[in-house]
C-alpha cells in the first residue's frame, strides 16, 4: 500500500483497494470467527484497522471488528430464514426448548450453531 501511495494512487482508490483485500480477509469467515477468536486476536484485528484508518489507507467509516462479525452473522441468518423458515424452534416444544438452552448453555459459547441459537431465540 505504501508503494501505492508513493507512486500517486488516489485515496479513494486506496481505500477500495484495502476494502478488497483486507476487509474482504477478515469478513470471509467472520460467521465462524467470534467464537474462534481470542481477545487477543480481535485486539490484533482492531489495530490492523486502525493502523489502516491511521495511514489513510482505511476510510473512517469502517466499523469495528465486533460490528463486521454481527453484521456477518445477522447476514447470514437472514439469508438462512430466507431459505428455510421453518427452523429446529418451531418444532421444539415450550419444555424442550429450556432443556435444549440449558444444555447449549453449557457446551462452548464459541460453537456457530449455539450462538446463533441465543442471538435469534
Known amino acids: 500500500m505504501r508503494v501505492l501511495r508513493a507512486h500517486g494512487t488516489p485515496t479513494t482508490s486506496l481505500h477500495d483497494i484495502f476494502r478488497t483485500t ?3 480477509r477478515i ?5 465462524a470467527w467470534p467464537g474462534m477468536c481470542s481477545a487477543a486476536d480481535r485486539a490484533r484485528l482492531e489495530s490492523l484497522l486502525r493502523r489502516g484508518k491511521r495511514l489513510g489507507y ?4 469502517v466499523p469495528t471488528v465486533a460490528d463486521l462479525f454481527d453484521a456477518a452473522d445477522d447476514d447470514f441468518s437472514s439469508r438462512q430464514n430466507q431459505l428455510q423458515p421453518a427452523t429446529c424452534r418451531d418444532k421444539l416444544s415450550p419444555k424442550s426448548a429450556i432443556t435444549v438452552f440449558s444444555v447449549d448453555r453449557l457446551l462452548s ?7 446463533m ?5
Open 22 to 24: 483486507i476487509l474482504s
Open 27 to 31: 469478513q470471509y469467515a467472520a460467521p
Open 58 to 61: 482505511c476510510a473512517g467509516d
Open 109 to 115: 459459547d464459541a460453537d456457530f450453531l449455539i450462538r
Open 117 to 121: 441459537l441465543y442471538k435469534y431465540s
